[in-house]
């Protein structure tokens, strides 16, 4: 393994790096602005990694979930295979109530139901969940889909949760879209869609 040595003197002008290791590229692919919607769709294409950056995903509904699931027919059905793992931190605006666990409840064993990203988001004005996850290499078609997130959200009985979320869509065929939104309801929220190669 070679060492890696920063080529600039400061982080924020950062261009490349000395050695075997790259930067690789970020690219902006699109962004959709929900406004009292039931989803927001993607297509998903060949980048070894999709960014999906959660911008505040208001609900219609008290205490609602907001969940995704992929598709390999270009979005006629949203069934996927998942297995998943979960776990939150929470921490109450009173300063009575933290934990840190896992949540058995989140996750999914072979189900091609939708995956939770955050639930029990408050729908009061100043209440929504923000975050971002990672799809990887939707496109393969040698193996399983990986992916990973992480948001945090104001609760509606005012906690704050960071929720993790991880595992893997069960499938070698390749997933070319996915479908975001809320179990119930509606939601007003914007997601922004990066590639990176």
Same mark, same amino acid.
């Given at each position: /393994?070679?060492?890696?040595?920063?080529?600039?003197?400061?982080? &924020?002008?950062?261009?490349?790096?000395?050695?075997?290791?790259?930067?690789?590229? /970020?690219?902006?692919?699109? %962004?959709?602005?929900? %406004?009292? #919607?039931?989803?927001?769709? @993607? &297509?998903? !294409?060949?980048?070894?990694?999709?960014?999906?950056?959660?911008?505040?995903?208001?609900?219609?509904?008290?205490?609602? $979930?907001?969940?995704?699931?992929?598709? $390999?027919?270009? !979005?006629?059905?949203?069934?996927?295979?998942?297995?998943? =793992?979960?776990?939150? #931190?929470?921490?109450?605006?009173?300063? $009575?109530?933290?934990?840190?666990?896992?949540?058995?409840?989140?996750?999914?064993?072979?189900?091609?139901?939708?995956?939770?990203? !955050?639930?029990?988001?408050?729908?009061?004005?100043?209440?929504?969940?923000?975050? #971002?996850?990672?799809?990887?290499?939707?496109?393969? =078609?040698? @193996?399983?889909?990986?992916?990973?997130?992480?948001?945090?959200?104001?609760?509606?009985?005012?906690?704050?949760?960071?929720?993790?979320?991880?595992?893997? !869509?069960? $499938?070698?065929?390749?997933?070319?879209?996915?479908? @975001?939104?809320?179990?119930?309801?509606? @939601?007003?929220? =914007?997601?922004?869609?990066?590639?990176?190669?």
């Amino acid at each position: /393994m070679s060492l890696i040595k920063l080529r600039n003197n400061a982080l &924020d002008n950062l261009t490349s790096f000395e050695g075997s290791a790259s930067l690789g590229d /970020m690219v902006f692919i699109s %962004s959709a602005t929900a %406004s009292s #919607s039931a989803s927001i769709e @993607f &297509d998903l !294409g060949s980048y070894k990694e999709y960014k999906f950056f959660f911008v505040n995903m208001h609900p219609s509904v008290d205490e609602s $979930t907001f969940q995704f699931n992929f598709s $390999t027919d270009s !979005g006629s059905n949203y069934n996927v295979t998942k297995t998943t =793992t979960a776990f939150r #931190s929470y921490h109450d605006e009173g300063n $009575t109530a933290t934990a840190l666990a896992y949540h058995p409840q989140q996750d999914l064993a072979q189900s091609t139901g939708f995956q939770t990203i !955050g639930f029990g988001i408050g729908f009061d004005n100043d209440q929504s969940l923000s975050g #971002s996850m990672s799809v990887f290499n939707p496109s393969s =078609t040698t @193996f399983v889909k990986h992916f990973m997130s992480n948001s945090n959200l104001y609760e509606d009985g005012n906690f704050s949760i960071q929720q993790f979320i991880a595992g893997y !869509g069960n $499938t070698t065929s390749a997933i070319n879209a996915i479908k @975001f939104q809320m179990a119930s309801g509606t @939601f007003d929220g =914007t997601i922004k869609m990066y590639g990176i190669s």
